[in-house]
C-alpha cells in the first residue's frame, strides 16, 4: 500500500504560481512512477503530468508544457508540481498517484491516489 497526501493548493490570480508537494508513505517510493492529474468541475479526469521512478524521464500535457514542472525528492519521498504562469482554465482538483507501469497518460495505470487539493486561478 501507498499512502498518498497532496497539498500546496489555493486560490491564485492569472499569472501566478503554485507549487503543490505530494508526500508518500508505506511502500518503497522510489519503486513507482507518479503522475498528477486534474479534474475540473463537470469533466473527465486528466492527465498532467509524470515522472519515472529514477526522476530521469518526464512527461507532460501538451496544455501545461513550459508552464508546469514535475520533479521528485526520493529521499523525502515526495513529488512536486510547479505551476507557473497560471490560467484560470487551470482550475481543477489536482491529484497525485503513483504507478508501477503501463502507459503514463492513463488513470487506469496508476493503482493508488491522493485525496486531491484545489487549486483556483482567478482572472
Known amino acids: 500500500q501507498v499512502q498518498l497526501v497532496e497539498s500546496g493548493g489555493g486560490l491564485v490570480q492569472a499569472g501566478g504560481s503554485l507549487r503543490l508537494s505530494c508526500a508518500a508513505s508505506?511502500?518503497?517510493?522510489?519503486?513507482?512512477?507518479m503522475g498528477w492529474f486534474r479534474q475540473a468541475p463537470g469533466k473527465e479526469r486528466e492527465f498532467v503530468t509524470a515522472?519515472?521512478?529514477?526522476?530521469?524521464?518526464?512527461y507532460y500535457a501538451d496544455s501545461v508544457k513550459g508552464r508546469f514542472t514535475i520533479s521528485r525528492d526520493n529521499a523525502k519521498n515526495t513529488v512536486y508540481l510547479q505551476m507557473n504562469s497560471l490560467k484560470p482554465e487551470d482550475t481543477a482538483v489536482y491529484y497525485c498517484?503513483?504507478?508501477?507501469?503501463?502507459?503514463?497518460?492513463?488513470?487506469?495505470?496508476?493503482?493508488?491516489w491522493g485525496q486531491g487539493t484545489q487549486v483556483t486561478v482567478s482572472s
Open positions: 508505506g511502500r518503497t517510493f522510489s519503486g513507482y512512477g
Open positions: 498517484a503513483a504507478r508501477f507501469g503501463g502507459s503514463v497518460t492513463y488513470t487506469n495505470s496508476y493503482a493508488y
Open positions: 515522472i519515472s521512478w529514477s526522476g530521469g524521464m518526464t
